[in-house]
């Protein structure tokens, strides 16, 4: 059964890729949600949980 943690990091990882799409098809579909940052914090996110989620397994 996997850790709460590593569930955690799985779940940061899947929002952070939803912001980078919706950043991406903001840009693309001229919406008005064009923020750089958003697609940097999900960037961020995916990282994170990436790391979180193999650190957990690891253990």
């Known amino acids: ?4 943690q590593q569930i955690s ?3 940061m990882a899947g ?3 939803v912001m980078i799409l919706i950043s ?3 840009f ?3 919406w008005e949600l064009k923020s ?3 697609g940097i914090i999900g960037l961020v996110l995916v990282i ?3 790391w979180t989620a193999r650190e957990s397994s690891s253990n």
Do not use: H, R
């Not at 059964?1 to 709460?4: D, G, Q, V, Y």
């Open 15 to 17: 929002v952070g890729i």
């Open 24 to 26: 991406a098809l903001g």
């Open 9 to 11: 990091g799985y779940i």
């Open 36 to 38: 750089p940052s958003f």
């Open 48 to 50: 994170i949980g990436t």
């Open 28 to 30: 693309f579909l001229k």
């Open 1 to 4: 059964m996997m850790e709460k």
